[in-house]
């Protein structure tokens, strides 16, 4: 089935947001990271600092207390409202043009469309520990730290928004461990099963 | 890293086992699925035929009632001394030459070996009614109810022997859409990640 757009979940750590930059280098195609902030931003009347801390993360505090807590008298939080400035961003992008977009729930944003590929990349924690230490010039108790919070936070608002499992292989066309078989192999893995599309 | 052995997890009517056959076959190494079985009954003492019926997949009544079930003074069932007999002759069956294993938790058992290759083959419900509907000459209904039974023992007897969930993507190496991406792509995906081992 042809596909032409990509979407990256990844761990943190795990190297994915690098993997799907590389591949829409290759492909020639646009990437959406945090450069789809100002877009949100614009949708949503909110700052892109707001945006930024919020939009693919929720609080440390768990699946429940979020679920539960700072919402008006609709139901709705401020968080929901940027998730559906979000989730408009997205649908416009991926209507408009071949595109590789990392995180964000863009999987689940998109799976009435059938020229999607979903790609989930995880890693190993010596791997990821590495990376983000480099990364970020953090300690290993810091890098780990970093990882479980940042991962938590992902988790909590994926499944609160998508009613899905993040991390289950059935979310995702493909599940790569980026540790295990390195980012080229993963970069052209991901490219082989787009060859016939973009 | 090297590589040795394949060890596939699959969705019932997924073509897992399939893949992993064809794989073994292209490179020419031993292929472990109900063969397997003959070397278990000899290991636990117990008949072919409960073997087949109960070392993969636990009864239908779910997790709960399996965990708390049908267990001796010492806490063990007769499924616990089967899966133990079924652990020594996988953990063999490693030592002894490349393969691929289909199924049996293979990927947990060995997880203490770095030479072996974790995947998981899944698929959309409408691919694996049409496998399932040709393979047993069974109606729609009848795939669907076979399909869900299935899976339902294999996750039981998975979150229950490994203490893991059964279709978390961190389990494996990787995780395949054969629906999506088709059986010869995955097969040839499988056999791009051990290019450097057997």
Same mark, same amino acid.
């Given at each position: 089935? *042809?596909?032409?757009i990509i979407t990256i979940s990844r761990e943190f750590g795990? +190297?994915?947001?690098?993997?799907?930059?590389? %591949?829409?280098?290759?492909?020639? #195609?646009?990437?959406?990271?945090? /450069?789809?902030? &100002?877009?949100?931003?614009?949708?949503?009347?909110?700052?892109?600092?707001?945006?930024?801390? /919020?939009?693919?993360?929720?609080? =440390?505090?768990?699946?429940? *207390?979020?679920?539960?807590?700072?919402?008006?008298?609709?139901?709705?939080? %401020?968080?929901?409202?940027?998730?559906?400035?979000?989730?408009?961003? #997205?649908?416009?992008?991926?209507?408009?043009?071949?595109?590789?977009? #990392? +995180?964000?729930?863009? &999987? !689940?944003?998109?799976?009435?469309?059938?020229?999607v590929l979903n790609v989930f990349i995880y890693?190993?924690?010596?791997?990821?520990?590495?990376? #983000?230490?480099?990364?970020?010039? %953090?300690?290993?108790?810091?890098?780990?730290?970093?990882?479980?919070?940042?991962?938590?936070?992902?988790?909590? /608002?994926?499944? !609160?928004?998508?009613?899905?499992?993040?991390?289950?292989? =059935?979310?995702?066309? $493909?599940?790569? /461990?980026?540790?295990? $078989?390195?980012?080229?192999?993963? =970069?052209?893995?991901?490219? &082989?099963?787009?060859?016939?599309?973009?």
């Amino acid at each position: 089935m *042809a596909k032409r757009i990509i979407t990256i979940s990844r761990e943190f750590g795990s +190297g994915g947001r690098f993997i799907g930059e590389e %591949v829409a280098k290759q492909f020639g #195609i646009a990437y959406y990271s945090e /450069n789809i902030i &100002d877009q949100i931003a614009q949708q949503s009347g909110l700052s892109p600092e707001y945006i930024e801390e /919020n939009a693919e993360l929720s609080p =440390k505090r768990g699946f429940f *207390a979020y679920a539960f807590s700072g919402r008006d008298i609709t139901g709705k939080s %401020v968080d929901d409202m940027l998730y559906e400035a979000q989730r408009k961003v #997205i649908l416009e992008i991926a209507e408009k043009e071949p595109c590789v977009l #990392i +995180g964000r729930n863009a &999987d !689940f944003i998109l799976k009435d469309r059938e020229d999607v590929l979903n790609v989930f990349i995880y890693g190993d924690m010596p791997e990821k520990i590495k990376r #983000i230490c480099k990364l970020y010039d %953090v300690t290993e108790d810091g890098a780990v730290k970093l990882i479980k919070d940042t991962d938590k936070r992902r988790r909590t /608002n994926y499944n !609160f928004y998508t009613e899905q499992k993040w991390g289950m292989a =059935k979310n995702y066309t $493909l599940s790569l /461990n980026s540790s295990q $078989l390195g980012y080229a192999r993963c =970069k052209k893995m991901i490219m &082989d099963c787009v060859d016939i599309c973009i």
